[in-house]
């Protein structure tokens, strides 16, 4: 794809809008001039390959960074197909010219050395080359004799939030049409518990405003997140709303980078984010803060949450979360006092055996305060990785389809028709038993989070046929999860192992075998072509910056090569263009569109998305919107819900469930997603609705059946009444149900209220239960854990564990407690940003950090070598630093380390003649980290654990 007709040959060095050009006509000083040369490409283009001859004309190419969900815009110079060079797109609307160190360090991970170059096998505790041909046809044929022998649901497919929204969408397809839903990805360990939590307060479980949206707040509230470090170019948006007045409160247990920018820090205990946010609402209450009209209409059950929270005294809350009365008291007036304001959360508030029950609690904070559906207001969550919220929409999940369809029959009937294959003939994919009562195909399957469970659990707990024998780890790097230990074991016991990606990762790396472990060298993101969504839901294309590199292939065309050595191939391209072993990455997009009715995927195509990708500068950054050229009155990435047609041009939707706007021009109202009433009492919502709709109060979601008692019906042709017999809007493939409830101005999903109560969850409204390895055992009685349950297949250890905790006195032997989060330098489990040079250099050791007090009192300094235990024995030696930055009591560590466990550091193959060893390794901070997940999402708890250091 070009950039424009003139662009793909300019003299070289040159870009749509340079750095230099840039800083030159702002009249930046030379100074300046020197310093963003070397904190920018300055630093990138020393690694200009020496062969390219830059007589050669320049291409530049618009490509998105995949460090974080951001979304950055950049453009990559290529000449002669060599990326030489990049620069952070002055015109982004997103970033505006704006880099953090992994994105100024992006074409390293391309270009590093340390990558897989080539298939290749550990047989006789040896690497051997193997031909692409070799390897689809081993591990093929493994497949297909383990489908026989054990049943398709043995086969684990580990995606990744670094799959294109097409690649994403593939996986999801080919373990459907495979037979199992034995399949997940990273979104299960950093925000699951937002998607269920959010989508079942009002019905969408995604971020509700944008990050350019946050310059319009006058309050905001950062829990559990660190955005400074974690989501750097996003500080740009926080920092121009403060400039403008805004207020800032950053509840952390650390005094983190973020908290150093804002007027109150409230140092939480971790685990104690709903005491926390009751006591906030104590005070709202207590003086009539609350937005009285907004709860009356648009809120059902804040009745139980008024209850729970008189419990939560100010004395109280200063108990359990060891935040002072008078903080927490200043915190509830600056959110009175300032509104519109924002709730920011990310994994410190995720992370956590009741996950689920804090993302609730914030977003019913906000309707408390009236603070959704406007401008400055929502619930703005903050994904990790470049396409989270893509991956997740794509159903790359073990309990959903594609677009949050559930398991249902009907759900599968309904994609069924979308892939134009017979039901029957998808259903006979999936193992005929049931287990529990229950079928494999409308079950869900194990989640990522505990897939060594279906390796190592008793066989007769996993509610499926046999255990897992084969697990693939596309993308995803197991040094994230928690119970390294165990993870290590159920590496050993798998039969094959197989690692897609452009690094071997901890899956090639950490077990102790010697036979049965398959690398296969992904292209990066940069290599390919596709779509990706952001934190905000806004879908960006990336143009193939270059060809893959090495030996390398697209997602792609390995699912395809292993989908025809599998069987599966015709069906998995019915309807999808392949050019040399290649599926059309614009077709993928078609198709998906068309099915994913639920999130208004509909009017999506792939010229409207490239026409955003090349006219990034017509978009404005206040609200996203273009004010002219050939997007004018457009949002930028047509953020969804994107109702109709592509031809019906709806602009996106910026602002979730925003009433003040209508419907066609990205208005709303929360969803009816949980139909009409609840034990007799109404929850639709009460006298509000989005503007212009024909019926301002509630409604139910549309149907054949609303549109005949609406006497609308007819408003259909006669070939819409065919396919929307039977159907709701979000299964009619015709799209008339749609079409009839926007020609009223009407929200498809409904006009319902928020649920402060979910009564389908353990927990109907948000309680405080004490963490499993908690110091607090005074608090047990009051605040137990869950009982022990079964979640899915597999059983689930709640009481047990914190039982144990206080018969074997762990709190006593291990007296700190133990969490972790990011830095500034690396991402996720650190693979690729630890195999840069760049990035490597900056960040060289693992470390925890530890409260001068604990440290003294282990005669520990600043940079001793020191052990840290966790409560189950994991043990890990690592650096000590010494700061104030945590209370006493609480140590943090950074979880983007691996190559070493237990002081012994791990043998990573040589590809084409060099290690792919990367350039820092450490320990794995959850190697340290413990049993214990979220009851309705799986989520694993990483931010509320015990350990004990001592001096090494």
Not at 727 to 748: K, Y
Request: glycine share 10%; hydrophobic share 35%.
């Amino acid at each position: 794809m070009q950039l424009t007709k003139k662009s793909t040959e300019v003299k070289a060095g040159a870009l749509g809008l340079n750095r230099r050009q840039f800083l030159k006509n702002a009249g930046v000083t030379t100074g300046g001039i020197a310093a963003a040369s070397m904190l920018g490409t300055g630093m990138i283009k020393k690694a200009e390959a020496a062969s390219t001859d830059l007589s050669q004309p320049v291409e530049v190419k618009r490509t998105i960074c995949s460090a974080c969900a951001v979304g950055c815009g950049i453009y990559a110079e290529v000449q002669n197909g060599v990326w030489t060079g990049q620069e952070p797109a002055f015109d982004h609307p997103f970033n505006a010219g704006g880099h953090c160190a992994k994105g100024a360090a992006i074409r390293e991970h391309g270009h590093s050395t340390k990558r897989v170059k080539y298939p290749m096998k550990l047989e006789g505790g040896k690497w051997k080359k193997l031909s692409w041909e070799q390897a689809i046809n081993e591990i093929g044929d493994k497949m297909l004799e383990i489908k026989e022998t054990s049943g398709p649901d043995s086969v684990y497919f580990m995606g990744s939030a670094k799959f294109s929204n097409e690649g994403a969408y593939m996986y999801r397809k080919f373990a459907a049409l495979w037979g199992t839903n034995n399949i997940d990805h990273s979104a299960r360990i950093c925000h699951s518990t937002s998607v269920a939590g959010v989508a079942n307060t009002w019905g969408y479980g995604a971020q509700s405003n944008s990050f350019n949206d946050i310059r319009n707040a006058k309050n905001i509230f950062l829990i559990g997140a660190n955005p400074a470090e974690a989501h750097p170019v996003s500080l740009q948006h926080i920092l121009t709303a403060k400039e403008r007045g805004a207020t800032i409160t950053v509840a952390d247990p650390r005094f983190s980078r973020t908290a150093a920018h804002a007027h109150i820090h409230l140092p939480l205990r971790p685990g104690t984010d709903i005491p926390l946010v009751y006591g906030l609402m104590w005070h709202i209450f207590e003086n009539g803060w609350e937005d009285k009209n907004f709860m009356e209409q648009r809120a059902w059950g804040m009745d139980k949450i008024r209850e729970e929270v008189k419990r939560w005294t100010p004395e109280e809350v200063e108990n359990v979360t060891g935040c002072s009365r008078e903080a927490v008291y200043a915190a509830a007036k600056h959110m009175h006092e300032n509104r519109p304001g924002t709730v920011i959360w990310c994994m410190g508030g995720t992370q956590h055996t009741v996950g689920n029950a804090n993302t609730r609690i914030y977003s019913i904070l906000q309707l408390v305060l009236g603070n959704m559906g406007i401008p400055g207001g929502g619930t703005n969550i903050f994904r990790g990785h470049d396409n989270v919220q893509g991956a997740t929409d794509m159903g790359l999940l073990f309990d959903n389809l594609p677009g949050y369809y559930g398991l249902t029959t009907a759900a599968w009937q309904h994609w069924c028709r979308v892939w134009d294959l017979p039901f029957e003939q998808v259903k006979a994919n999936f193992d005929p038993n049931q287990y529990l009562g229950k079928d494999p195909m409308t079950t869900p399957g194990m989640p990522c989070s505990r897939w060594h469970d279906g390796v190592l659990e008793d066989k007769a707990n996993l509610a499926q046929k046999d255990h897992l024998r084969l697990a693939f780890f596309w993308g995803q790097s197991v040094n994230t999860q928690s119970r390294q230990m165990e993870v290590r074991d159920g590496l050993d016991k798998l039969e094959t192992v197989v690692v897609v990606d452009p690094y071997p990762t901890m899956a090639g790396v950490m077990h102790r075998r010697t036979d049965g472990v398959y690398l296969l060298p992904a292209a990066t993101q940069f290599e390919c072509e596709g779509s990706l969504n952001n934190s905000g839901r806004s879908v960006q294309w990336r143009q193939q910056v270059v060809e893959p590199l090495f030996e390398s292939k697209n997602d792609l065309e390995i699912m395809y090569r292993l989908a025809k050595r599998v069987g599966i191939a015709d069906d998995f391209t019915k309807k999808i263009k392949v050019t040399n072993n290649l599926p059309d990455a614009d077709d993928i997009m078609r198709e998906y569109t068309v099915g994913m009715r639920s999130v208004g995927y509909t009017g999506w195509s792939p010229e409207r998305v490239k026409a955003h990708t090349m006219n990034w500068g017509d978009f404005s950054r206040e609200d996203l919107q273009a004010k002219g050229g050939a997007n004018k009155g457009e949002t930028y990435g047509l953020p969804w819900p994107c109702w109709g047609t592509p031809e019906q041009k709806h602009p996106g939707t910026h602002i979730l469930y925003r009433t003040g706007m209508n419907v066609n021009q990205g208005g709303g109202n929360f969803r009816a997603r949980f139909g009409v009433e609840f034990e007799g009492e109404s929850i639709l919502a009460d006298g509000s609705a989005s503007k212009d709709a024909e019926i301002q109060d509630g409604y139910p979601e549309f149907s054949d059946v609303l549109l005949k008692q609406l006497g609308w019906w007819d408003e259909l042709t006669d070939e819409e009444k065919v396919a929307a017999e039977g159907r709701t809007w979000a299964t009619d493939l015709s799209g008339g149900i749609v079409r009839v409830a926007l020609a009223h101005n009407m929200v498809p999903y409904g006009n319902a209220k928020a649920r402060c109560r979910v009564w389908t969850f353990p927990d109907e409204i948000p309680v405080h239960r004490e963490p499993l390895y908690t110091p607090r055992r005074d608090l047990i009685a009051k605040y137990p854990t869950h009982e022990d349950m079964r979640v899915h297949r597999l059983p689930t250890l709640f009481k047990t564990i914190q039982d144990k905790v206080i018969a074997d006195d762990l709190d006593k032997k291990y007296p700190l407690i133990a969490t972790s989060g990011r830095l500034v330098e690396y991402e996720g489990g650190g693979e690729e940003s630890r195999s840069s040079a760049w990035l490597a250099e900056l960040q060289q050791e693992m470390f925890v950090e530890i409260n001068p007090a604990d440290a003294t009192d282990r005669g520990i300094r600043d940079g001793d070598d020191v052990w840290l235990e966790g409560a189950e024995g994991g043990r890990i030696k690592i650096k000590a630093m010494v700061t104030p930055r945590v209370l006493p009591g609480t140590t943090w560590m950074p979880y983007h380390f691996a190559g070493v466990m237990h002081d012994e550091e791990l043998q990573y193959p040589e590809s084409g003649g060099v290690s792919t060893k990367p350039y820092v390794v450490g320990e794995s901070a959850n190697t340290a980290l413990t049993y214990g997940y979220d009851p309705v999402a799986q989520m694993q708890e990483t931010k509320a654990s015990l350990c004990q250091i001592e001096k090494a």
